[in-house]
């Protein structure tokens, strides 16, 4: 029996092509010597997702390798994944927004070391996170913003049916 620490759920895999495909549609990107890495916050409510988890899908097409080598690499980032998840769960990184993330071994990462792919995954991740939560508090602001400016349309007033434009920011 494996320590509930050490173990690799599917909760914290993407495992559908359609979770991929939200990923690389709408995700960021930050692009290493040995991987590209694309992340995305996920919305939990909007689809139906429980985990509490951080999730990672790990694609290794064969350009890099034969399947010995493509294995070992996917071994690699799946372990450098879950240790980094553990430290987050317990506190050491801020993990409050739960991110969707696919890694993409390129050509270099069949020469580089384990510890080589497991610091551009920790640097790219880390990098991606900061990225996102500042998109996601933005976000927030232009939202309190925008809301607070908001001026009501009784209905049947003139012009309730067209829409108006923005003034522009100079």
Known sequence: MTNSSQDFPKSKRLLKTKEFRL?????????SDSLVLLARKRNEA???ISSPHDRIGIIVSKKVGNAVTRNKIKRIIREHFRKM????????????VKIDFVAIARK??????????GVSL???????RKKLRQISENHRV??????????????GAQGANKAQKAPKKS
């Open 23 to 31: 990923v690389f549609d709408e995700g960021s990107k930050k692009v």
């Open 46 to 48: 909007k689809e139906n």
């Open 85 to 96: 998840s553990h430290h987050q769960e317990n506190g050491d990184l801020l993990g409050d």
């Open 108 to 117: 270099s990462a069949a020469l580089n070391k384990g510890s080589e792919i």
């Open 122 to 128: 920790e640097t790219s991740m880390k990098k991606l």
């Open 142 to 155: 232009e939202t309190k913003k925008s809301a607070s400016k908001v001026i009501p349309v009784k209905p």
